[in-house]
């Protein structure tokens, strides 16, 4: 019964956040919420969370170096070389 009511609590709260993309509201800050809710009861939340800080660190590693905030965003979500998809020819 826990995990019921976390589920729709923590699914309600990244809904709003999702709908605060389009609308205005703080939806960088309800959506890791939402997760962080979720992350209490499912390992897959629980991912998505450590992902989500991995990108973040990524993020402020390539700002650290002196890169403007779309450079940085760039470098954060561009695949590295290794994680392409091999091509066969």
């Known amino acids: 019964m826990k995990k019921f009511f976390i589920a729709i609590i923590g699914g309600t709260v990244v809904l709003i956040g999702v709908a605060m993309i389009i609308l205005p509201g703080p939806a960088v ?5 939402g997760l962080a809710i ?6 897959w939340a629980r991912r998505w969370m450590g992902k989500g800080k991995g990108l973040l660190q990524r993020w402020r590693t390539a700002r650290a170096s002196g890169l403007s905030w779309r450079e940085a965003f760039k470098r ?8 392409k998809p091999a091509t066969t020819r």
Do not use: M
């Open 29 to 33: 800050v309800v959506i890791p919420a």
């Open 76 to 83: 954060t979500f561009s695949r590295s070389p290794r994680s």
């Open 38 to 43: 979720l992350a209490t009861e499912f390992v």
